[in-house]
Nanobody
Framework: QLQLVESGGGLVQPGGSLRLSCAAS????????VGWFRQAPGKKREGVSC????????NYADSVKGRFTTSRDNAKNTVYLQMTSLKPEDTGVYYC??????????????WGKGTLVTVSS
């Protein structure tokens, strides 16, 4: 069964850090573009970051540039989102998704169920 599972969410104070993981099963994540998305309460889902498999490029939303970093561990079939200097507006459910085309411009085929990140004092 093809599956993505996010983990690592939780409650953190403003200025803190978290690392989210996106583990794949049933397929090799290395060959897919992997995006991180988030949805805050009452808001639409937005893209946070994406890593391409075809050209190794990275994309980040302006709101997270310089604070969030995405990376792959192919041996673990996992993609990470390292989040630093967290702000209350980073609160939301974070989802990872994978696209078989391998480029971030294209749509995603598989989605995880999400992990909740709450930034609050």
């Amino acid at each position: 069964q093809l599956q993505l599972v996010e983990s690592g969410g939780g409650l953190v104070q403003p200025g803190g850090s978290l690392r989210l993981s996106c583990a794949a099963s049933g397929f090799t994540l290395e060959h897919y573009a992997v995006g991180w998305f988030r949805q805050a309460p009452g808001k639409k889902r937005e893209g946070v970051s994406c890593i391409s498999s075809r050209d190794g490029s990275f994309n980040y939303a302006d709101s997270v540039k310089g604070r969030f970093t995405t990376s792959r561990d192919n041996a673990k079939n996992t993609v990470y989102l390292q989040m630093t200097s967290l702000k209350p507006e980073d609160t939301g459910v974070y989802y990872c998704a994978a696209g078989h085309v391998g480029l971030c411009l294209y749509g995603m085929d598989y989605w995880g169920k999400g992990t909740l990140v709450t930034v609050s004092s």
